[in-house]
C-alpha cells in the first residue's frame, strides 16, 4: 500500500523532548519536499516546517512558533523524515502529519498523524 | 508572511445547495492554491491545486477558482458525504492554510 506512516508521538513533559518520524512505503521521497503540519484538537490545520529535496540542497524552513526548538531532517535512502523537537510547550500539543509535495507541484500524500500530548 | 483569510467559517446547507467558500491572500500568490476536505478524525484530503486543477478521483462538482489574492471553492451540487471542514492553503512561500470552514447540516 501506498502511504506515509508517522512514529514516535506520545506523552512528554513540558520542557522535554521527542522526535518524530515519518516512513514512506510505496513511495520516495527523492524529488520532493517533505512538510510537516499540526493539528490542536478541535483547531485548524498550522503548518510547521519542511525540508526540500536534494536537488534544492535539502534547504528547511520553521513556522516562527517552532523555529529554534524543531529541526527537520530526512534519510533518503531509507525513505525517512524526522522531525526532532525540542523545548517542547503544552502549546505544541497536536497531532502531526508529514506530507509529500512534489517540487513545484502539489502535495500528493499525507500520514495518518500521530499524536504529541505535552503536559505535566 | 502570507496570511490566508477564509470565509465563512460555517456554513449550514442542505443537500443539493450550491456551497461557495472564500480564501483570501494578503499577498499576491500567483495560483499556488490548494483547497483540502478534511473529516473527523482523519487527515485532510487533497481536493484542488493550483487554485482550479482537480486531484485524481475528486468528483467534478467541486471546482476551483481565482488567481492572485482571491479564490473560491465552489460546491455546485451539495452531496451527503461533503459536510466537512474544508480548509484553503497557500504554497506560494512555504505554507499557510485559513481558518476553515465547516459545512454543516441545515
Known amino acids: 500500500e501506498v502511504q506515509l506512516v508517522e512514529s514516535g508521538g506520545g506523552l512528554v513533559q513540558p520542557g522535554g523532548s521527542l522526535k518524530l518520524s515519518c516512513a514512506a512505503s510505496?513511495?520516495?521521497?527523492?524529488?520532493?519536499?517533505v512538510h510537516w503540519v499540526r493539528q490542536a484538537s478541535g483547531k485548524g490545520l498550522e503548518w510547521v516546517a519542511y525540508?526540500?529535496?536534494?536537488?534544492?540542497?535539502?534547504?528547511?524552513g520553521y513556522a516562527a512558533s517552532v523555529r529554534g526548538r524543531f529541526i527537520v531532517s530526512r534519510d533518503d535512502s531509507k525513505n525517512m523524515a524526522y522531525l526532532q523537537m525540542d523545548s517542547l510547550k503544552t502549546e505544541d500539543t497536536a497531532v502531526y502529519y508529514c506530507t509529500r509535495h512534489v517540487e513545484y507541484d502539489h502535495t500528493d500524500y499525507w500520514g495518518q498523524g500521530t499524536l504529541l500530548t505535552v503536559s505535566s | 508572511d502570507v496570511q490566508m483569510t477564509q470565509s465563512p467559517s460555517t456554513l449550514s446547507v442542505s443537500v443539493g445547495d450550491r456551497v461557495t467558500i472564500t480564501c483570501r491572500a494578503s499577498?499576491?500568490?500567483?495560483?499556488?492554491l490548494a483547497w483540502y476536505q478534511q473529516k473527523p478524525g482523519k487527515a485532510p484530503k487533497l481536493l484542488i491545486y493550483?487554485?482550479?486543477t482537480l486531484d485524481t478521483g475528486v468528483p467534478s462538482r467541486f471546482t476551483g477558482s481565482g488567481s492572485g489574492t482571491e479564490f473560491t471553492l465552489t460546491i455546485s451540487s451539495l452531496q451527503p458525504d461533503d459536510f466537512a471542514t474544508y480548509y484553503c492553503?497557500?504554497?506560494?512561500?512555504?505554507?499557510?492554510f485559513g481558518q476553515g470552514t465547516k459545512v454543516e447540516i441545515k
Open positions: 493550483t487554485a482550479s
Open positions: 510505496g513511495l520516495t521521497f527523492s524529488g520532493s519536499a
Open positions: 525540508i526540500r529535496s536534494k536537488a534544492k540542497n535539502y534547504a528547511t
Open positions: 499577498q499576491d500568490i500567483n495560483r499556488w
Open positions: 492553503q497557500q504554497y506560494r512561500t512555504d505554507w499557510t
